[in-house]
């Protein structure tokens, strides 16, 4: 089994729609957690950053971090087609700058115009 | 955030050969990361490259397949060596700055072995 879980999709929406995102993990030390928009040949782009349990919000995405349930979503909301992509979740136990990421498999998102 | 450059960008090579990949940022930082992304799959961290001292290697690789270099806090190069075509995968540097920022990262080498 993974460490970190994350369902590859594709996942397809209209535009304007809510994009909902999720991993689950099995590790509890993981304290930091990531995700991360990758477009077709480039890199990884952080989006967003918590630490510990609670939400974050910017702008039109929401980070949810259950750490009870082992459990991190995304929300993109009012989606756009410049939001179809790969969104890669990722996890620390400690510092995220200092040390290993620990990444989901990334779930393929589709917003039709 | 820091700007990174990776080069190459990509990359057919013969099996047998060895390759160097260079990563360059524009300011200083304190941590450096090599990953690997094989073909529809996420990210696997080789090796945390460590300034003046010898990389540090996740299990499942070794400095005679992926030496790694890190003269100063702006640059890092990594090496495959004696490629095969299951070394065909996204190369990808990713740097850290201060403890609790995240990693940011390259857009990575597209590497195919032929």
């Known amino acids: 089994q993974k460490e970190v879980e994350q369902d590859p999709g594709p996942l397809s929406v209209p535009e304007g729609a809510i994009v909902s995102l999720n991993c689950t993990y099995s590790?509890?030390?993981?304290?930091?957690f990531m995700w991360y928009r990758q477009y077709s040949r480039k890199g990884p782009e952080l989006l967003m950053y918590?630490?510990?349990?609670g939400n974050k919000e910017d702008g039109r995405f929401t980070a949810q971090v259950d750490k009870s349930s082992k459990y991190i979503s995304l929300f993109i909301r009012d989606s756009q087609p410049s939001d179809s992509a790969t969104y890669l979740c990722?996890?620390?136990?400690?510092?995220?700058?200092?040390?290993?990421?620990?990444f989901g498999g990334g779930t393929r998102v589709l917003v039709k115009p | 955030s820091a700007v990174i450059s990776q080069k190459p960008s990509r990359d057919i090579c013969q099996r047998g050969t060895s390759l160097t990949i260079q990563c360059q940022v524009d300011?200083?930082?304190?941590?450096m990361f090599w990953y690997r992304q094989q073909p529809g799959q996420s990210l696997t961290l080789i090796a945390t490259?460590?300034?003046?001292?010898?990389?540090?290697?996740e299990s499942g690789f070794v400095i005679d397949k992926f030496p790694i270099s890190r003269p100063n806090l702006t640059f890092s190069t990594l090496t495959v060596s004696n490629m095969s075509p299951e070394d065909s995968s996204i190369y990808l540097c990713?740097?850290?700055?201060?403890?609790?920022?995240?990693?940011?990262f390259g857009d990575g080498t597209r590497l195919s072995i032929l």
């Open positions: 490259a460590n300034q003046g001292s010898e990389a540090t290697y």
């Open positions: 990722a996890m620390s136990p400690v510092t995220a700058a200092g040390n290993k990421l620990t």
């Open positions: 300011s200083q930082v304190t941590m």
């Open positions: 990713s740097v850290g700055s201060s403890g609790d920022q995240p990693q940011h």
């Open positions: 590790n509890s030390a993981f304290q930091y």
């Open positions: 918590t630490y510990s349990s």
